[in-house]
């Protein structure tokens, strides 16, 4: 019979973190997605940034917003650094962007 330890929480802390960490580590992750709060794409239903596997990276109507977008560097930063292979940021696809990283890699291009 395996037992489990059960984590009790205690004033000021959440299980293994404590609560001024725990606090900490959300403003940092609020810091970190605040650009998107001005993003064009924002609340839009009405165009597909995510479209099917196999479109060969062609979202016309989401590259044209992202190229009006006053936040289109902070997108294309926040997927090359995070490694999103899908969906156009910063009115970049996926083949674009992978290009776009071995080229930085070579060192031809600067981010």
Not at 64 to 73: A, D, G, S, T, W
Request: glycine share 8%; hydrophobic share 35%; charged share 25%.
């Amino acid at each position: 019979m395996t037992t489990h330890n059960k984590r009790t929480a205690t004033a000021g802390s959440r299980g293994n973190y404590d609560y001024m960490q725990l606090l900490s580590e959300f403003n940092l992750v609020m810091q970190t997605f605040d650009w998107m709060q001005d993003a064009a794409c924002r609340g839009r239903k009405d165009v597909d940034f995510f479209p099917e596997v196999g479109y060969n990276g062609k979202a016309p109507q989401a590259v044209r917003l992202c190229h009006i977008c006053p936040v289109r560097e902070d997108c294309l930063d926040f997927a090359m650094v995070n490694d999103i292979d899908h969906g156009i940021w910063g009115g970049t696809n996926p083949r674009e962007r992978r290009s776009l990283r071995r080229a930085i890699e070579k060192g031809t291009v600067d981010l």
